[in-house]
């Protein structure tokens, strides 16, 4: 049997026809990553995101694995291109639009309007697609969106700020509008805790932080699911849901565990990033990367890159840099940083390091790295198994 390469080596020999900065794409790590996120999801469908991804054939490559169903998607033009692709016919809008020419085309489409169900937290929503497509309009699949939040204070919120449909009441009450509403269909609901999904639990350097996390996660997520299985009590006395949509990539397993929920949501677990290494009880392996070029050699223990400065939304801080990966054994200067023209590396591995030679990266966030790169490069074992679009290369855009 052979011997498996390095990882930096192996990297290395796979792109050594490529002239960096390029990403590549490990189709085994993505194969695992997909896998693991079914087995976390214990029989629940997983839902695509597809924001966190970017890349048609890797959104094709997840769908294709047993346990994944659906997309969701962070735009609705996203949506409807995807489907006029033909990678999905049940796609879920993640977030609600005010794209009037999309919400147009929706609503021209029957094939598309069967497929795809956009979000709406109040009746001005349904307003908006009305003064878009004027009121008699085929019916339009709506998803009600509830904020997962945590609020153990009145004025304490801890999660992202989404709807305002809190309550059991706060849903009924909606629901009882969008039902009676000509040219609409109340057939999904979502709640998505980020408070838990993307707040990692063991932060790497601080363990106190971790200790603090976690309590809160204990209790926001028992808080949740009674007040979510009341939510969707509330609203299916009152109409059939199709699906009931929850979680992410850090919370798989308890919100899988929810009965009230049908179906869990997953997308940066399929890449890796560097936010999600603060995580107990998964790890997923990096399938995303990006290669810099040492340009440079200020000192001998400082090796310069070209580019890098492929920072990720969100507050702003470190944790939002990408993190040099391989060869192992070099950090990010704390005065310069990841930067648009040059990014200055040092560390051990520094000073082994010649003009021309690789450094590898991983972004912070998932699906964002697609929006400085115009494809991925396939890699299977040592070798490039073929390079294929991102939604930057196939002239997409939906910031």
Not at 63 to 75: D, I, K
Not at 90 to 104: E, H, K, M, Q, S
Not at 251 to 273: M, Y
Request: charged share 25%; with cysteine.
């Amino acid at each position: 049997m052979l011997k498996a390469l390095p990882e930096s080596r192996r990297l290395d020999t796979a792109t050594s026809e490529l002239d960096p900065p390029f990403a590549v794409a490990d189709l085994e790590a993505f194969r695992r990553n997909a896998a693991d996120l079914a087995r976390r999801a214990a029989g629940r469908p997983v839902r695509v995101v597809t924001k966190s991804v970017r890349c048609r054939e890797l959104l094709r490559r997840a769908l294709e694995t047993p346990g994944f169903a659906g997309l969701m998607c962070y735009s609705l033009a996203e949506a409807l291109w995807l489907h006029a692709e033909g990678l999905a016919d049940d796609i879920v809008v993640a977030y609600p639009t005010a794209d009037r020419g999309a919400l147009r085309a929706l609503a021209a489409d029957p094939a598309a309007a069967a497929a795809v169900t956009i979000m709406v937290d109040s009746v001005e929503h349904l307003d908006l697609v009305d003064s878009a497509v004027g009121r008699d309009h085929p019916d339009i699949r709506l998803c009600l969106d509830v904020d997962a939040s945590w609020r153990p204070l009145p004025a304490l919120h801890v999660g992202t700020r989404r709807s305002p449909v809190h309550t059991a009441d706060d849903a009924r009450r909606l629901a009882g509008s969008l039902l009676r509403r000509k040219g609409f269909r109340l057939v999904g609901l979502m709640a998505y805790e980020g408070q838990i999904a993307g707040v990692g639990d063991a932060p790497p350097g601080s363990p106190l932080r971790g200790l603090g996390v976690r309590w809160m996660q204990r209790r926001s997520a028992a808080e949740l699911a009674d007040r979510r299985a009341d939510i969707v009590a509330a609203v299916r006395a009152m109409t059939e849901l199709e699906f009931v949509n929850g979680g992410g990539t850090g919370s798989i397993e308890s919100t899988a565990a929810e009965p009230a929920v049908t179906e869990v949501a997953a997308g940066s677990g399929l890449v890796g990033p560097v936010l999600f290494d603060g995580y107990r009880s998964f790890r997923p392996d990096p399938a995303l990367l990006f290669a810099l070029p040492v340009v440079h050699r200020p000192t001998e223990r400082i090796a310069t890159l070209f580019g890098g400065g492929y920072v990720a939304s969100g507050p702003v801080g470190p944790d939002r840099a990408p993190a040099p990966y391989l060869p192992a054994g070099l950090r990010l200067t704390g005065l310069e940083g990841a930067g648009e023209v040059q990014t200055p590396v040092t560390g051990t591995a520094a000073r082994a390091l010649r003009l021309g030679d690789r450094v590898w990266f991983r972004h912070a966030k998932a699906g964002e790295l697609a929006e400085r790169f115009n494809e991925y490069h396939l890699v299977a074992g040592d070798a490039v198994a073929g390079s294929v679009p991102t939604y930057r290369g196939e002239g997409r855009s939906f910031g």
